[in-house]
C-alpha cells in the first residue's frame, strides 16, 4: 500500500514522498502494523475551502473518503488526491502546504491523531 507523506525539508519547505506501508500475511487479511493513535476526528470540508499555507499541530494520518482535494508543497508541487488516498502529514515546521478544494466536491475525511 502506497500512501502520500507530507514532511518538512532542511530547506524549511514541505515536500512530498510517496511511502510503501509493510504488509504481512494474516489469515485472509494483508495488514501493517499496529500505529499508537492519540483521537480520531470525522471532519467535513466545503468544496470551496482553501487554506493557505499552514502546518498540522501533531504529526497524523489524514484518510480522504469522498471528494478531491490539491495540495501544494513549498516548493511549488502540487498533488490532487481522491476517495481512498492516506497522507501522513508531518510538516510540523517550516512554511507547511496549501490545501485546495476542487471539483466542486464536499470532501469527507478521517483525521488520526498520533503519539
Known amino acids: 500500500m502506497i500512501i502520500t507523506r507530507l ?4 530547506d524549511g ?17 494483508m495488514l501493517t502494523d499496529g500505529v499508537p493513535a ?22 497524523q494520518y489524514t484518510i480522504n473518503l469522498e471528494g478531491t482535494i490539491e495540495l501544494e508543497s513549498g516548493t511549488g508541487e502540487k498533488r490532487v488526491l481522491g476517495p481512498g488516498t492516506v497522507m501522513l502529514v508531518e510538516d510540523l515546521t517550516g512554511r507547511g502546504h496549501v490545501s485546495r478544494g476542487i471539483a466542486g466536491e464536499i470532501r469527507r475525511s478521517i483525521v488520526v491523531g498520533l503519539d
Open 7 to 10: 514532511y518538512a525539508g532542511d
Open 13 to 29: 519547505e514541505t515536500h512530498f514522498e510517496d511511502v510503501e506501508l509493510d504488509l504481512h500475511s494474516e489469515r485472509v487479511h
Open 38 to 59: 492519540s483521537e480520531i476526528i470525522f471532519r467535513t470540508t466545503p468544496a470551496d475551502a482553501f487554506n493557505d499555507f499552514h502546518k498540522p499541530t501533531r504529526r
